[in-house]
Every structure is written in structure tokens, then in C-alpha cells.
């Protein structure tokens, strides 16, 4: 790709084409037929994409066509070779660390500290598939051992083809990144999908890939929302789609690409269960809480946003949590000591505004909540809040918030707490706060959970797969598991004859 972000020199405004395909622009960014993007901490608008309707839709058609091109050049490299292109992708987004978190700081009002976190993430995974690269054994075709010897099979597993990634405006880096390095890892071409709230970041991400030297078509980028995304899925050149986003739009996706029986990946909502048991580290337990809530906004798909606490230490739980969240500093990313930044977008807080009333209307009620300073007078800034005990019918405790609204419920038994935790549809992740081994074996088997972490923060690797059960969505993504579902599995039976 040709370089395509633009920042002006005089205002520092972005400028974003509609799409980049094989290295050309399309689309002048034209105010008139863009959206704005907004900077989350004070709301003025910092830059324009276009969005013409007319022009995306055949920028998104190119878009595929360009990757189908540039497919056979791309897979036919040596898995090692496309590692190299990774590694350098690696150290390029290391050498440019500074630009792409004030980036994500200035999008998304991200704090310093997790914009930098994302950009270590991004990090992280393209050394972790670049590794994976030098394995061959992972790419080359191997034989299987059959009970006949008149025969011989071989396993192969080659790239899927051109493969389609939608991502949403909450780690713009992060998913971008899990689904860019096992597609480009496994011999795919891709056309990427940032969301409309947040697309500078993948726009400077694209412009470091195509200086780390990822061929012209190999990576692709068109802009726009909702409408764009589906044009995609729906293309019949595309052969994968790896979707990250809401409950709602996944269920589109998926039956969209029924159609061609496309191969999906689709990670999803959640509404996840943090377990404090009686023998747990209180102290220990609000910290996990206030982080599994509280970090970026509660603007995450692993939020645990369900704290289930044990009667005994109800109380002295509460007044630590209660202490910790008022003592939140909530503020623009570059403010010193702030823990948290604002939601994404002026719709994003009414969207959580109004479920939080609507909560509230139906019988729940606020234990304790975090103030704003006058410096969030501007953006799109949301005290947390923390209901306690509400009815498990309660839409608080039913749905995904996505915003920073936490609810704590008490339990007696350990069987209450798993099926409290349980009572859910999504089964993203849990978190177990316990001092007895035996009790975290028990919690880890019974939560019906992707990933259960047991007394640690939200950890992240590479090597872990990411992805959930039931509503969560389907497949997995990091891990051996990320690059096999970029890959089909055939077999050849060989006589020997
Ligand atoms: P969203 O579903 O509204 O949008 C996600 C992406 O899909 C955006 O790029 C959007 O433009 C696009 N899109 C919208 N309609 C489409 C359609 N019909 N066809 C194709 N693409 C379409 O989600 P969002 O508001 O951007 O993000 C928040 C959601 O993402 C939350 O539900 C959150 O839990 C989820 N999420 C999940 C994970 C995970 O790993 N499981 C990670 C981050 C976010």
C-alpha cells in the first residue's frame, strides 16, 4: 500500500481516503461527503473520512479483487518469508510506538498507559505469528500413518484465500492486529474494515505496514460503517470473514455468510463474572474489580461487569470498592495519575446512559459512584457506577453495558456463586479471587467460560487463544488456533501401488 495517512501540518487534522487498495487511494477526503472523527476527551472534531456511499461500494469491490490478485504471489511465499515481513511489521510499530498511542489517546481518550498497552499487544502478536512463520512444520504437507499399507496420507493445510476483517472502535489496535498477523502469517490477502469511529489508527498501522515492506494488495483498507461491512460479507470473492463486534451485528454476518458458506470467525459480547470467595485477598479482589470494570471506559467485551461477592466479605469488599472507585481519576489521557478516559462517542454514552436508567427504573439502585472534574466538561466523559444487588432479571445484569457501569451481588454457597456466574448467555471470560486451590480447580472447570483467569488481571498473550462460548461467538483467535482458522485442512490419499 502507498502511504495514505495524512495529517496536516497546520491544524494536525486527519485526512482518510475511502479505501487504499493495492496501493492506491480512492476518494480525496472530501468534507462534504465525510463523517467527522471526533477526539473522545474534548469532542471537537480532529479529522474526516470520507463515506460516500457510491464510491465505497465499488472501492469495496476493488478492494476484494485487489486481494485475489495479490493471493497467489502472497501464499506462494515461503512461510519464513512472510515471517520476515511480520518481524519487520513488529519492529516497525516498536519504532513508531510514540505516534500510534497518541494516536489511540487522541481517538479514543484512551489513558497513556492502555493506549501504550495496545501498542505493546499489536507488538506482541505480529513477533508471536512471525515466530509461528519459522516453524514450517505448521505449513508444510506431512504424513499420516493409516492402517493400510497399500495406501499413504498426507495433511495439509494451506491459506484460506482472501479473507475479509471487520473490527470494531474499542482496541482499534489490538483486534486489528489478532486478525492482520494470522491472516498474513497463513498465506491470506486481506481487506480491512476499521470501525468508522476510530479508522486513523488502522490508517497509520497501514501506512507502517507498507513501510515495513507488506506488498501492494496484500493488505487492503476501506472505510465506512455498517453498510460497507456488509457489501464485504457479502462478496463473493471473499472466502473468510473474521468479524469482531456486537451480538447483533455478528448474527447478521454469520447468516450473511451462509450464503457462500464462508468461514467465520466472530468474536462477540459478553457479560462477564468476577468471583470473590470468602478466603480471597480482599484488597487483592478490588483492584481485579475495578480494572475488569473500569478499563477503557468498561468499554470491553471481557468487562466483568458482574462482581459476585461472598457474604462474608460483602461488606468489607464494598467500602474498599467504594474507596478505590471514588479515588478514580477521570480525565483526558495526558492528565497525570488518570485512571480512566471517556467512552468513544457522544452515542456511545447515551446508548449506556439510557440502559443505566433504564436499570434503574426497573428496581435497581446505585451503591456508590466516581466524580468528574471540570476537565471532562467537554468529551464524552461517564462517571463509573456501581448498582448493588439488583434482580438477576435486571437489564444491568442481563446485558452487555459496555460502558462503566459495574453490579455486585452477594452469595452463600460456592454452587451459588457458579450459577450466578453462569446465568449468562455469553461466556466470554471469568475471573475467580480465591486463596484455595482446590475451590479454583473447581470454579475453573464449572464456569463456562473461553478463558477463566484465577486471581491475576486481565493477562493477555499471544500464545493464548482468545474467544468465547454460547452468544460470545465462535472460533478462536491468538494461538496455533488463530493461524489454523486462517488455513483450510485438506488430505490426499496416495496409493502406493
Ligand atoms: P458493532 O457490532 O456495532 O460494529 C463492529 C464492526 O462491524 C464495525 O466496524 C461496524 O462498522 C461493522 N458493521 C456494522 N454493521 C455491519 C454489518 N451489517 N455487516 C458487517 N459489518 C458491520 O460493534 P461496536 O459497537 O463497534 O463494538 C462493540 C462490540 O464489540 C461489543 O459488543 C463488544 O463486546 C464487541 N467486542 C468483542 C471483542 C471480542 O474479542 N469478543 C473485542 C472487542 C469488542
Redesign the pocket.
Known sequence: MATQFEQRPEDGSVMLPAATIAGTRYGASNREAGNAIHNASTGEIIGWQEHADAAQVDAAVRAVRAARAALDAWRSRTPESRGNVLRKIAESIAADRARLSAMQQRVSGKPALEADTDVSDAIATFHYYADLCADTSLFAADTLALPDDTVTGERQYEAVGVAAL??????PMV?TAWKIAPALAAGCTVVL????FTSPVEHLLAEIMTAAGVPDGVVNLVNG??EV??LL?AHPLVDKIS???????GR??MQAAAQDMKRVTL????KSALIVRADADIEHAVALAVGGAFTNAGQM?SATSRVIVHDDVYRKFMAIFEAAVRALVIAPPQTENVSMGPLVSLAQRARVQALLEQGLADGATIAFSGALDNACAQGFFMAPVVVAEPNTANVLWTD?V?GPVACVKSFRTDDEAIALANDTRYG?VATVVTRDDGAARRYRNALRAGLVWINTPQLIFPQVS?G?LGL??IGRELGLAGLRSYQELRHCIVSRG
Open positions: 471487520i473490527v470494531p472502535w474499542n482496541f483486534t474494515k476499521p470501525s468508522e460503517g455498517g461491512g456488509a460479507v468479524f469482531t463486534g456486537s451480538t447483533a451485528v447478521k454476518v468474536e462477540l459480547g459478553g467485551c452487555e459496555f466470554l482468545w468465547g460470545s461467538g
